[in-house]
T-cell receptor, first 109, second 113 residues
Framework: GQNIDQPTEMTATEGAIVQINCTYQ??????LFWYQQHAGEAPTFLSY??LDGLEEKGRFSSFLSRSKGYSYLLLKELQMKDSASYLC??????????WGAGTKLIIKP | ETGVTQTPRHLVMGMTNKKSLKCEQH?????MYWYKQSAKKPLELMFV???????ENNSVPSRFSPECPNSSHLFLHLHTLQPEDSALYLC????????????FGPGTRLTVL
């Protein structure tokens, strides 16, 4: 079956660094997405990885290891506005997204 | 603002009511989606339309009925819902190709009494 696993909740301190992990099992693989969702709002796109390695975009970076079925989202210099849920989604051979349940990130001052 | 709008934003309905959710995308995409989001659960894909044709129906109960009159508009008609159908209903659109980044609307928070 297809499955995406990520932690339910994480807590971090303002100004610090946090890594949110995601493991995936999909029927075929066409890439890995990360989305951010603030409470009561739409999910918004953060990153897409299809090749192994690290993609950096400002304070956010995303890593992929296809051999391990593993990805992480790295958030640096955390700000209070980064408090949100972070959704990991793998794209299968039919280009369909398989979603994780999301990681709720709580930032403390 | 993602270019995908949904109305209403909040809806409370009884189990015998009939209501409709509306989604509109202004991005020129060729695929539209309905998702159900319940607390602490993965997004559940309900329906997919490519070029107005339904291509996915993930065993959704018939009390949910989608309609896609054109590639910019998507409706979800609701009839005799159950309290467990209370959730956030999200619409998304994408340009269905190898990349397939999906753009989401703000969702409709549905409460069934």
């Amino acid at each position: 079956g297809q499955n995406i696993d990520q932690p339910t909740e994480m807590t971090a301190t303002e100004g610090a660094i946090v890594q949110i992990n995601c493991t995936y099992q999909t029927s075929g693989f066409n890439g890995l997405f990360w989305y951010q969702q603030h409470a009561g709002e739409a999910p918004t796109f953060l990153s897409y990885n299809v090749l192994d390695g690290l993609e950096e975009k400002g304070r956010f970076s995303s890593f992929l290891s296809r051999s391990k079925g593993y990805s992480y989202l790295l958030l640096k210099e955390l700000q209070m506005k980064d408090s949100a849920s972070y959704l990991c989604a793998g794209m299968d051979s039919n280009y369909q997204l398989i979603w994780g349940a999301g990681t709720k990130l709580i930032i403390k001052p | 603002e993602t270019g995908v709008t949904q109305t209403p934003r909040h809806l409370v309905m009884g189990m015998t009511n009939k209501k409709s959710l509306k989604c509109e995308q202004h991005l020129g995409h060729n695929a539209m989606y309905w998702y159900k989001q319940s607390a602490k659960k993965p997004l559940e894909l309900m329906f997919v339309y490519n070029f107005k044709e339904q291509t996915e129906n993930n065993s959704v109960p018939s009390r949910f009925s989608p309609e896609c009159p054109n590639s910019s508009h998507l409706f979800l008609h609701l009839h005799t819902l159950q309290p467990e159908d209370s959730a956030l209903y999200l619409c998304a659109s994408s340009q269905k190709d190898e990349y397939n980044e999906q753009f989401f609307g703000p969702g409709t928070r549905l409460t069934v009494l």
